[in-house]
């Protein structure tokens, strides 16, 4: 098996699971917080969806999902124009609000698709590719590959656990 269709068969998992976190879900429960400084299962995704577009575009040297195809516009988030969510106060957490888990998985979904699009056309010898030098040791594609895979699925597991709260 190749090191593309490892990452391939690990981001189809976050797929799954954003769809299972969010599913079946009203703007209520998507929205509610758990606790004032916890963060709802809406900042969760749109966050996990956020750092993926916002990495895996960069280190494809593609746009971003999220103005390219107007998302920015359908979220409708006071927030500015680049934000991910990283770093965000809980007064800023509180800003991500969505009406439907449509809007979530559909922003979701369109990420994913450009991700697989990129995770497809690499070679190995791509994965060596240094992507950010302000690291030691400088991060290769494949270190920024597993680093947005594990922050994924770090905060869909989250998302799948304020889900079980309610």
Do not use: C
Not at 34 to 63: G, M, Y
Not at 121 to 136: I, Q, S
């Amino acid at each position: 098996m190749h090191a593309k269709d490892i990452l391939i068969d690990a981001y189809s998992r976050i797929q799954e699971e954003v769809h299972a976190a969010v599913e079946g879900l009203d703007p209520d429960d998507l929205n509610a917080r758990p606790a004032e400084t916890a963060n709802s299962i809406s900042w969760l995704i749109w966050h996990l969806t956020r750092i993926q577009d916002d990495h895996v575009a960069d280190a494809a040297e593609l746009d971003q999902v999220w103005p390219a195809q107007g998302w920015e516009k359908r979220f409708g988030l006071d927030l500015p124009r680049r934000d991910t969510g990283y770093g965000h106060t809980p007064a800023q957490v509180a800003k991500v609000r969505v009406d439907s888990g449509a809007l979530l998985i559909g922003y979701y979904d369109a990420v994913h698709e450009q991700s697989l699009g990129f995770l497809r056309g690499l070679a190995a010898k791509d994965l060596e590719r240094v992507v950010d030098e302000r690291w030691t040791p400088a991060v290769t594609l494949g270190v920024r590959l597993v680093s947005v895979l594990a922050d994924d699925l770090q905060h869909v597991g989250q998302a799948a656990y304020v889900r079980g709260l309610l």
